[in-house]
């Protein structure tokens, strides 16, 4: 029996239904399924010429790519935001894909624009900021409805660049789309990277500010995030008096909207959310069901808490926590120049700028994810969206939700039953004092046995690669503390050495994005080798997984590693 034109067209809706069910919807650049709420919904620039100027009352510009390239590469892609955006992966073979996602040539249904924000920097507020070398191209809903803003950085001017080019260099466009995947991999939120790709024009940078400029292969990379909104987009209009605070309401409701679609839904919760702050008067009640505002700000500081707790876990240092820098969804947003620990060192701190007072330093980011809080809600506060008592509890909330997290991160990473904070105070004191490099020795760890009857001189062996050079004083301060570490593991119904092992090394990575890796890769590439690109892009997917053959990418840095530009570099890109 032949079907009918209507039981074909019926079949073919139930197919493609199946698809979208299914994920499997594959669609080309030019059929991306645009949005654009940002623009639609906010006040944007009348203007959209790229000269440098204060942009008022504005949420963004309107503005187009105007890198100059010849004859762009594509260097690398990742194929798992590709499946976030439904993109079909033969789209990356196309001849004009790097044109197209350089913005050398516009990408059809695209709608850009450069966001408009400001920021505290180091702790002082810079007044007005934004995106000086990054042009969002707009977002594209994909086929579970979820929404992703695609961005270039490195693309070229937008008003909010001021004496800067709006371009973009190779060297801290690998680190910035190697890093973004690596800490995806990592189970650490952060803004996704589709692809790298090369301009084959020069870009000239002094690295270090010291007068020493020079050329350097330009590059872009295609940030993908949910939303890039920061804490300064909403501090830029609180600052700019009572003509700006209504900005505020709206980004607010748009953020909520879009982004929390959970704080909408508990505001129609018949039952009441309320909780008391540390005050002891009737009035340290805070009800999150009766100002959306006051249950997001509390939602941004605890996923803002929990990303700095998984920092912490990692040993992942940002380098510039400015507030510009403050991603709404507790993301890691504006890779620059962060670095993950070597040697255990709570001063160590990536950034060349940040080194007269270490504001930003590994040890100081929780507090700096509190002070940067504070600084979001005052925001909210001034545009009278929250009160003193709800900003103080987000506040509250935020140093409750750190410590949870960072302690369940620690007990997980030391294989405990429960956290013991005395045993992992003084392991971190110990590697500080020797310096013992941060990921291999909790990766080592695991190794250890629980046998209390272990022959002293056989207790430091499991740690021996990274437990080196120690004289006898501290060999004794070792082989006390991993005796009272095989004494906690090993009471009790606790599990068994291989169990244990398996659930240790599940949370501590083998492989880590170290700066040494980053910057081999970079040396091969500003020669036209990207090979190594994209064997770290292939390693960092699986960090927590032995990968034989790969061991040297966990070996301790060179000598080399600690030279300025690798070990630690500046702002410039």
Known sequence: MESSPASETDSLGEEVQSQIRGGK???????????HSFVKELPGDPRSDVISRKVFHACYSKVSPSVQVDDPQLVAWSDSVAELLDLHPKEFERLDFPLLLSGAKPLPGAMPYAQCYGGHQFGRWAGQLGDGRAITLG????????????????????????????????????REFLCSEAMHCLGIPTTRALCLLTTGQGVIRDMFYDGNAKEEPGAIVCRVSQSFLRFGSYQIHASRGEEDLEIVGKLADYAIRDHFPCIEKSMNRSDGLSFKTGDDDDDS??????????????????????????????????????????????????????GFLDAFDPSYTPNTTDLPGRRYCFANQPDIGLWNIAQFAEALAAAQLVNEKEANYAMERYGDKFMDEYEAIMTKKLGLSKYNKEMISKLLNNMAVDKVDYTNFFRLLSNVKADPNTPEDELLKPLK????????????????????????????????DEERKARMDSVNPKYILRNYLCQSAIDAAEQGDFSEVNNLLRLMKRPYEEQPGMEKYARLPPAWAYRPGVCMLSCSS
């Not at 594209?140 to 800067?164: D, I």
């Open 285 to 338: 009640v805070v009800d999150l069901t009766s100002n959306k505002y006051a249950a997001w700000v509390v939602e941004v500081a605890e996923r803002t808490a929990t990303l700095f707790a998984r920092w912490q876990g990692v040993g992942f240092t940002h380098g510039v926590l400015n507030t510009d820098n403050m991603s709404i969804l507790g993301q890691t947003i504006d890779y620059g120049p962060f």
């Open 465 to 496: 690669a990274a437990v080196l050079d120690i004289g006898k004083e501290r060999k004794e301060e070792w082989i006390k503390w991993v005796r009272g570490y095989i004494h906690e593991v090993s009471g009790g119904d606790t599990p068994s």
């Open 25 to 35: 919807i594959k669609r080309k650049l030019e059929e991306f399924n645009w949005d």
């Open 139 to 174: 977002e594209v809903l994909n086929s579970k409805g979820e929404r992703w803003e695609l961005q270039l950085k490195g693309a070229g001017r937008t008003p909010y660049s001021r004496f800067s080019d709006g371009l973009a260099v190779l060297r801290s466009s690998i």
